[in-house]
């Protein structure tokens, strides 16, 4: 079956600018997961959803940083304002939900931040 | 200090040898652990994980865990060269969801 599936692959974007990241789950899977790649910092967690319960947020480094959950399925990342520290590779993942600790990794989005 | 120590590398072997990948953790609470292969940008792949102590055997890859020490080990045998890529170690604990990774290691198979 289809895997998860994120876009932009690739995102280039002045300094200042807003952008928004997509993540396309797995079907049938309720949990998500955003995590940033840099290589100074490796790979950090940003926010886990779980079906209709409240986000953990505990990971996003800044208020810049902000995701929603439309329908329980697709994914929206958005980064405020834009830094050039905030260059990496965003990659989000799915579950199966709470009974599952397997998650599957899309392929990233790698922005760039000039 | 980080939860999740990994030996970075390069680490290099000709094929057929058998390569050992390690990490160190220090949260008590971790209970799953993960191991992630990790090809040139792509993201990371799922391998294998354990619960808690003990072996796990997939093939050519054998994850152990070793909680006493808190010590996590990736055994690959046979390697081959479509095994050159980065591995990523990934603790879980029961209760939160997050990976925590290891700064992951660069593996070369000499063909």
């Known amino acids: 079956g289809a895997g998860v599936s994120q876009s932009p692959s690739n995102k280039v974007t002045e300094k200042g600018k807003d952008v928004e990241l997509r993540c396309d789950p797995i079907?049938?899977?309720?949990?998500l997961y955003w995590y940033r790649q840099s290589l100074g910092q490796g790979l950090e967690f940003l926010i886990y959803f779980q079906g209709n319960s409240a986000p953990d947020k505990s990971g996003l480094p800044s208020d810049r940083f902000s995701a929603e959950r439309t329908g329980g399925s697709v994914s929206t990342l958005t980064i405020q304002r834009t830094q050039q520290e905030d260059s990496a590779v965003y990659l989000c993942?799915?579950?199966?939900?709470?009974?599952?600790?397997?998650?599957?990794f899309g392929p990233g989005t790698r922005l760039t931040v000039t | 200090q980080k939860e999740v120590e990994q030996d970075p590398g390069p680490l290099s072997v000709p094929e057929g040898a058998i390569v050992s990948l390690n990490c160190t953790y220090s949260n008590s609470a971790f209970q799953y652990f993960m191991w992630y292969r990790q090809y040139s940008r792509k993201g990371p792949e799922l391998l294998m994980y354990t619960y808690s102590s003990g072996n796990k055997e997939d093939g050519r890859f054998t994850a152990q865990v070793d909680k006493s020490s808190k010590y996590i080990s990736l055994f690959i045998r046979d390697s081959q060269p479509s095994d050159s890529a980065t591995y990523l170690c990934a603790p879980v604990s029961g209760s939160a969801r997050q990976l925590t990774f290891g700064s992951g290691t660069q593996l070369t198979v000499l063909p």
């Open positions: 993942a799915s579950s199966l939900g709470v009974l599952s600790y397997e998650q599957y």
């Open positions: 079907s049938g899977h309720t949990a």
